[in-house]
């Protein structure tokens, strides 16, 4: 059985409950049901420029009342531990010195847990901590920032490629480009320091992380992740990151470090 202690403890470690946001502000570009909440399931809105808008503040945690019946709200935790949840074990298409790295960290109950001790998360385990945070965009240019240890992103709009020898780095380097009403971000120049879930699977320097951000409606958010990387992966692994909005909030700043005790208890 694949143990979870030590990414379980990082689930509460890191989890920020909502009323430590902002004190609400009326977001008047929001549709409105008639009780005056904003009404997540209204028509995605467009911005300016006639593509869809994704901005706004969003959180891991599927709408109860957004998801298909049958179906479990599980704040996207499956992912966030286990980007290999809907495969069975022993088809994990591991490269032998990935699942031999993989079933180390399971040994060792994630106590080399990256985040475990204030490392940076990386992409793409940052769209699904449970930790909100903020799409702003712009023609030539999204930034996203998350409240999880304060970090951003830049997705460039403006028709520049992947650079085949950027530096390494925790997040990597992003472009992105519309298709329909979708937005394809292909995310390279990757260290190897970070883990993809809490579960401990490994990547390499050569991942390529490919996100398809669609807005379904106002409140509703699907990032579609697949990672390729053949150093690591006989093929590439794909799911879906489900994001809900968080109307009439804001971030607050959020560092791991600050007053940190956790990391002396770990053995």
């Known amino acids: 059985m694949k143990s979870m202690s030590a990414a379980i403890a990082s689930i509460v470690i890191l989890t920020a409950p909502l009323s430590a946001q902002w004190l609400r502000h009326t977001d008047p570009s ?23 808008d994704l901005s706004g503040i969003w959180l891991p945690f599927p709408d109860p009342n957004g998801k298909p019946e049958g179906v479990e709200n599980d ?20 490269q032998p010195w990935a699942r031999a790295l993989f079933n180390e960290r399971l ?10 001790h204030c490392q940076p998360t990386g992409v793409p385990a940052l769209g699904s901590i449970p930790l909100p945070f903020k799409i702003i965009q712009m023609p030539r240019l999204i930034l996203i920032l998350y409240e999880e240890n304060t970090v951003f992103r ?24 519309w298709s329909g009403d979708t937005l394809v971000v292909d995310t390279v120049g990757f260290n190897d320091r970070t883990w993809l879930d809490r579960m401990g699977h490994p990547h390499s320097d050569s991942l390529r992380v490919i996100e398809r951000f669609r807005r379904r409606d106002v409140g509703h958010l699907d990032i579609e992740v697949t990672i390729d990387d053949p150093k690591a ?12 909005l968080v109307p009439d909030e ?11 005790k956790d990391v002396a208890r770990f053995r």
């Open 233 to 244: 992966y006989t093929k590439p692994i794909t799911y879906i990151q489900e994001q809900t």
């Open 75 to 94: 704040i996207n935790a499956r992912y966030f531990i286990d980007i290999t949840e809907d495969i069975k074990p022993e088809d994990v298409p591991f």
């Open 107 to 116: 040994q060792t109950e994630g106590k080399d847990d990256p985040i475990a």
């Open 154 to 177: 830049q997705i460039f709009l403006d028709g520049r490629k992947p650079s085949p020898d950027a530096e390494p780095r925790f997040m990597g380097y992003s472009v992105g480009v």
């Open 30 to 52: 929001l549709p409105r049901t008639q009780e005056g909440k904003a009404n997540l399931s209204a028509p995605a809105p467009t911005a300016p420029d006639g593509k869809p």
């Open 250 to 260: 804001d971030l607050l700043e959020y560092f791991c470090a600050e007053n940190e």
